[in-house]
């Protein structure tokens, strides 16, 4: 039996109401030290909640922020008022009466005339349908809100929540309007969740990619370059080309070819896939050159479907796996850039398989052993696909107007899943415009949960690019599309590998992974000549030759993460030998140089870790 579990929405969750609920008590903490606060909103997230405010402005006219001594002191009132048991009331109210009760409150006010227009949930997020306005008060402090709540503020558990930062946060996410004070909390069932959790946000914070990624010399971001676009170091280089290669290889023997194609493209392309105008708010916009519009490409899809029907195609020529580390560019909103998880430039381990309907089994299966084979390489060994599907509601607006399509193939997909044994969670209407999706999440060493890899089966844009070929029977058919990318895009994939292994790669992406040490001035031609006999085997070393005293050079080469160190002194340099290091500190001893570059090769071939 397939592990098949059952979805429960994070908002079902007595979690969800617990940190619900102490974004409130804290609100209302918080009005009791700065009574002149303006709320603007305060929703349960991940692992916690927060609560921004506008603490408004000191008698020199300077915005007032909080420090972390409010912190201590909101926690501590915090305290009390769970103490209290004081029960979360719910009334509905009209926009007439919200508006009374919430004067001086000029976020809420902006809120409440959203809901009354039916645009924004108390959010301020989109709805499609008019919501009833509606508070709930704990003790002193009532707030716009449609739950859910636990009944009563006892049930937040005292020793089980911690407030963790004051971050800047502009209304709405519009860097043109005021900046907020946003106050992030934790909040959890027990006191051993909460302490775990801690826990692993301090180890998260010391393998954080954008800290790291900074100290190994692997990508930085410019100013003048521009947010969300990074520059690769040369060690990121090195990781860059390893991953390509490596893909390269796993493809060309799962039967991929490669393609290339151009960052830019005419308009057409992209009216022809549909991408335009549904996804325009995502892209570049336009330049123009002689009448002609062109655009950067947002993704590869219409080129590949431009190549498979470059030529009349037979059943003989499919399945077509077109491959390519294609760069795109999006446009993602300032506030939304994050690290490489979130960048505007990024390079992808793209591919579409083209094949008929009876290959699709087996295409698909051909991917998922594909996500197992890298799954193992790089030790992941929690991970789950997520499954989306359609919704009828959608249909003609979000998703493709074909409800029989969608029947069908989402059902071809959860037959091969259940037939495979392939761990998945099924997601109501979540699919890509084109055909059901599955994301595959993945957990880091420490637990963290990044989403990296797609994988969709598109019915949709074979037919809009006319793309047929001619069956056996020797009638036209249309192929389907899948679209799968397993090691991501470069940067998310390096932003997860750096948090994954903390920034110690394997020895063979590690982008320096030898550092010779001579001891003293003489034996710096007898390191010369180790290098070149590593560097003719294919080892990325270095003699350091520089004037620091040894141990300087192997701390150095430690907080590198230099997989191996190898130090040299007279008694090495006579015998012809090397003694190893590890960078876990581990001392190997002496061994000739060629017994260290048969192992260092080995290891870097079978991709181990060590
Ligand atoms: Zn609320
Ligand atoms: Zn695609």
Known sequence: MPDMQEFVPYEETLLYRI????????????????????????????????????????????????????????????????????????????????????????????????????????????????????????????????????????????????????????????????????????????????????????????????????????????????????????????????????????????????????????????????????????????????????????????????????????????????????????????????????????????????CSVEQFEQEFMGVIALYHQYFKVFNIDRYVMRFSTHHRRGLGKKYVNNEDLWVQTEEMVRRVMTNGNVPFVEVPDEAAFYGPKIDVQIWSATGREFTLATNQVDFAQPPRFDLTYVSAEGKDETPLCIHRAPLSTHERMIGFLIEHYAGAFPAWLAPQQVSIIPIADRHLDYTRQVERRLRDAGLRAEVNDSSDRMGNKIRKAQAMKIPYMLVVGDREMEENAVALRMRSGEDRGAIPVEEFVAYATGVVREKQYE
């Open 19 to 354: 940190r619900h609920s102490a974004a409130h008590v804290m609100a209302q903490a918080v009005r009791e030290i700065y009574p002149d606060v303006r709320f603007a909103i305060g929703p349960p997230i991940e692992n916690g909640f927060y609560y921004d405010f506008d603490l408004g402005r000191d008698e020199a006219g300077a915005q007032r922020h909080f420090t972390e001594e409010d912190l201590e002191q909101i926690e501590k009132r915090m305290r009390e008022i769970i103490k209290g048991k004081h029960r979360f009331a719910y009334k509905e109210v009209s926009a007439e009466e919200a508006k009374k009760l919430f004067t001086g409150q000029p976020y809420k006010i902006e809120l409440i005339e959203g809901l009354e227009r039916g645009e924004v949930d108390e959010y301020g997020n989109e709805v499609k349908t008019r919501p009833v306005i509606s508070t709930y008060t704990q003790d002193t402090f009532e707030d716009l809100c449609r739950g859910p709540h636990v009944e009563h503020t006892g049930q937040i558990p005292a020793n089980a929540f911690k407030l963790l930062s004051i971050a800047g946060a502009y209304w709405r996410g519009d860097e043109n309007n005021p900046q907020l004070d946003r106050l992030y909390g934790t909040a959890w069932e027990k006191k051993e969740d909460l302490d775990k959790y801690i826990e692993l946000l301090e180890e998260a914070r010391k393998r954080d990619h954008r800290k790291l990624g900074r100290d190994l010399e692997i990508f930085i971001f410019d100013d003048e370059v521009g947010p969300g676009l990074p520059l690769w170091l040369p060690n990121g280089g090195v990781l860059i080309e390893q991953l390509e290669a490596f893909a390269k290889e796993v493809e060309e023997r799962a039967g991929y070819v490669r393609v290339r194609t151009p960052h830019l493209t005419k308009e057409d392309l992209f009216l022809r896939s549909g991408h335009l105008p549904y996804y325009a708010e995502s892209m570049y916009p336009p330049m123009e050159l002689e009448g002609v519009r062109y655009y950067v490409k947002p993704m590869n899809c219409p080129m590949h479907h431009k190549i498979f029907g470059s030529k009349p195609r037979s059943y003989r020529d499919l399945p077509l796996r077109l491959a390519e580390y294609g760069t795109c560019y999006r446009f993602e909103r300032s506030g939304e850039l994050f690290g490489l998880m979130r960048v505007r430039s990024m390079q992808m381990n793209d591919a579409h398989i083209y």
